[in-house]
């Protein structure tokens, strides 16, 4: 079973720009049709953030859809989440994770702040 | 968009006992769903998917069913460790939305 391995800052500043990888181990992005992000405000319910496809269409959550890209790398061993203008309300876990019967990321707390 | 309600928001019941968690979508997803566990601290863990497939080392007393706009996870048995968050989603379509939790906690 393929396993998730997330890494990025846990600190970004407002208006800043979050970036995480994702980085897949025994696996490559081929082996599922899809891969996610998702995230959960401290003491909150989880709120998906996005996918991207095989054929590399993505989609969004509308009321992310702006300020997120979700992308492959080239070497197809690693996905990576983009989120721009961030905020304080953007305080999050993020979680990237794989369709399934996948599994998920070990999860990053971003915190937004000066 | 999809909603899911989840209900009941918090679940009171002791090991031994058998727990009936329910998520109501919306609209018809057919067999759209999956079933997560969550312990703080920890990422979400895939217990069903297609509405009552279990994943991989889930046992038996843990069952999913449910089709169209209703569904449920029965957990029987309780163990010590199935008190946790549970949270069902929904991919029926291309916006992706989850529950917002059902919490099972010891009486």
């Known amino acids: 079973q393929v396993q998730l391995q997330q890494s990025g800052p846990g600190l970004v500043r407002p208006s800043g720009t979050l970036s995480l990888t994702c980085a897949l181990s025994g696996a490559s992005i081929d082996n599922a049709n899809w891969w996610t992000w998702v995230r959960q405000p401290p003491g909150m319910g989880l709120e998906w953030v996005g996918d991207?496809?095989?054929?590399?269409?993505?989609n969004y959550n509308p009321s992310l859809k702006s300020r997120v890209t979700i992308s492959v790398a080239k070497s197809k061993t690693q996905f990576s989440l983009k989120m721009t203008s961030m905020t304080a309300a953007d305080t999050a876990v993020y979680f990237c994770?794989?369709?399934?019967?996948?599994?998920w990321g070990q999860g990053t707390l971003v915190t937004v702040s000066s | 968009e999809i909603v899911l309600t989840q209900s009941p928001g918090t679940l009171s019941l002791s090991p031994g006992d058998s727990a009936t968690l329910s998520c109501r979508a919306s609209q018809s997803i057919g067999r759209h769903l999956a079933w997560y566990q969550q312990k703080p601290g920890q990422a979400p863990r895939l217990l069903i998917y297609?509405?009552?497939t279990r994943a991989t080392g889930i046992p038996a007393r843990i069952r999913g069913s449910g089709s169209g706009t209703d569904f449920t996870l029965t957990i029987t048995s309780l163990e010590p460790e199935d008190f946790a968050v549970y949270y069902c989603?929904?991919?029926?379509?291309?916006?992706?939305?989850f529950g917002q939790g059902t919490r099972l906690e010891i009486k």
């Open positions: 994770a794989s369709p399934p019967p996948g599994g």
């Open positions: 991207i496809y095989l054929n590399g269409t993505t």
């Open positions: 989603r929904q991919r029926s379509d291309w916006l992706v939305t």
């Open positions: 297609d509405a009552s």
